[in-house]
């Protein structure tokens, strides 16, 4: 079957909750794809950061292997001989005392949110049934019924309601905002500290510590999001170290697995994960052996091949070259390590159906702004043949 055929049946037979570029992938291996019809193309999207050790890592691909050949879900009725080297792992690697694992990004945004809510009832001593979750204006935070509750996107939210109660929204980056949005009732801050699907929104500077300190004076947990910031994408392992903060509450998700499986994670205090008693909380498929020796193996790529420095390295060199093309339809470059929104003065979708043809893949999002946001095993010279395009690309239009 050729592209077009394969076109045809999905939107045949699949739901339409997507529009896709129309390019059907059949391998990959690093940061390059090959489609259906035998082209190849430089990934600039990294499926929103899950695959930052880039397609089919080798080793993650062999501890995968193994892994399947030998026990693959337990349920967390039983233990496994995978899960406590995840914990142990992450505890290592983050510094957080304890973490609990799940399998989307939503289920860990609304692990986090469930977390805090009984932190404020049982902890704080919030009266029942009050809890506020502060969230900040054009967040992402996945797609579940309660997560749109708290999207000020109104298409995230037409025609699915009635919506979850108790998440006060405040303009991101606006510190005085939050300051007077705190009340008693307030139990969490949820942020993320660069928004990624909001076009690569990097907050004033100081936002976060500023944030961290109100929090911390009003006895307020700071939850931050770093689904997609997080493990290496901003040039740091999480963006919130750009700020010297440390969260009451980390959310991790996407890269965790490699791009190989769903993982995803809350890393938290004992005084906060200890909220949970048997049968709190859970999930069928989270911390089974599979997902955890997957992790493991994504962590362990990510530390070995020193990707966190890479992604600041590179991000640095790549945006300086972005901002050196002279357009008058460029708005803005900005972001951080390898992470770029190009913000664009019109509708961004059709240069990415430009840079398709030229062999690189990416995504708007926005309308006016796309991100580039390669695997971060991408090396310099990658990075000048994917320059050279986007140049080309920028100048022919007008
Ligand atoms: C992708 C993302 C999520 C949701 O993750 P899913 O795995 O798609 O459920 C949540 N928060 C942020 C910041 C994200 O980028």
């Known amino acids: 079957m050729n592209t077009n ?198 907050p004033p500077e100081g936002y976060l510590a500023e944030a961290a300190r109100i929090c911390k004076e009003n006895n307020v947990l700071l939850i931050c999001d770093e689904i997609q910031s997080g493990l290496g994408r901003s040039g740091k392992m999480f963006a919130f170290e750009y700020d010297g903060i440390r969260p009451d509450m980390v959310i991790i998700g996407k890269a965790l697995s490699g791009g190989f499986y769903p993982v995803s994670a809350v890393l938290a205090s004992k005084e906060v994960l200890g909220v949970f008693r048997p049968g709190d909380h859970g999930s069928t498929f989270g911390g089974n052996p599979l997902a955890a020796a997957v992790a493991c193996a994504a962590l362990t790529v990510l530390k070995e091949e020193k990707l966190v420095e890479r992604s600041f390295e590179l991000g640095g060199y790549f945006m300086e070259r972005l901002r050196s093309i002279e357009s008058p339809h460029i708005v803005q470059v900005r972001g951080r390590g390898l992470w770029i929104g190009f913000v664009l003065d019109t509708k961004a979708r059709p240069y990415c159906e430009l840079l398709m043809k030229e062999g690189i893949l990416c995504k708007e999002t926005h309308e006016n702004v796309i991100r580039f946001a390669p695997p971060l095993v991408i090396t310099k010279e990658e990075i000048d043949w994917a320059f050279e395009r986007i140049r080309k690309v920028v100048l022919s239009l007008d």
């Open 5 to 202: 055929e394969y076109i045809a049946l999905e939107e045949r037979y699949g739901a339409h909750n997507y529009h896709p570029l129309d390019v059907v992938i059949r391998e990959a291996r690093g940061v390059w794809v090959t489609d259906v019809d035998g082209n190849r193309y430089l990934d600039c999207l990294a499926a929103y950061s899950a695959v930052n050790q880039g397609h089919c890592h080798p080793a993650i691909r062999k501890a995968f292997m193994a892994q399947a050949d030998r026990v693959t879900l337990t349920s967390r009725a039983f233990r496994n001989d995978q899960l406590p080297l995840l914990y142990k792992m992450l505890h290592d690697l983050t510094g957080f005392e304890m973490s609990l694992p799940m399998n989307s990004g939503a289920e860990a945004v609304e692990t986090a949110v469930k977390a805090a809510r009984k932190w404020g009832y049982k902890v704080k001593g919030i009266p029942e049934g009050k809890a506020e979750i502060i969230c900040a204006s054009d967040n992402f935070h996945g797609r579940t019924t309660t997560i749109v509750s708290f999207s000020t996107d109104a298409q995230y939210r037409d025609g699915f309601g009635p919506f979850t109660p108790g998440f006060p929204i405040v303009k991101y980056g606006d510190i005085a905002a939050l300051k007077a949005a705190i009340t008693t009732n307030t139990a969490a801050f949820l942020v993320e500290p660069i928004q990624g699907e909001a076009g690569i929104v990097v």
